[in-house]
């Protein structure tokens, strides 16, 4: 198997997670699920009014597409900057990247919905480390599933 085709199955495997965990806020947002009080915390409340919005399907498209997205510019990044294998490095651009690919989705108009709801609400500084954080779930999913040879 190519690399692009490496490439390319992994963008659908993170699509996947990505979608994945956006129905389990889902579920936190609208208070079906609990868990030591994370329920409870801003950035999960506020999104109670964005899947308000959406259908289950049409967030978890949202949210994996920009996962899928998000992970293509990580590994171009690392390609770049002839970086390879999971440490420290990888670990800073996904925290960079997923939080810097919050700012387009604020100010471009095409995610109005999450602007109104999210991002103002959270501010900058706050949505900008919830995306952060986002992406290092999602980025720890890929390789627990690795590790334990599920993908």
Known sequence: MS????????????FLITAFWDIILRLFAEKKLKFFGIEKMKWIT?????????????????AGFVGAITHY???????????????????????????????PMRYSRIFPHLKTHYYDPLGF???FATDAFSGVVVAASY???????VI
């Open 73 to 103: 510019i990580v590994m171009k990044s690392l390609d770049f900057l002839n970086l390879s294998g999971v440490n420290l490095y990888t670990l800073i651009l996904v925290i960079a990247i997923s939080g810097l690919l919050g700012i």
């Open 46 to 62: 506020v999104l109670s009014e964005y899947f308000k919005k959406h259908t289950v399907l049409s967030a978890a498209l949202v």
């Open 3 to 14: 690399v692009n085709n490496n490439l390319s199955k992994d963008i659908i495997i993170i």
């Open 143 to 149: 390789h627990t599933l690795i590790h334990f040879n």
């Open 125 to 127: 500084n706050y949505s």
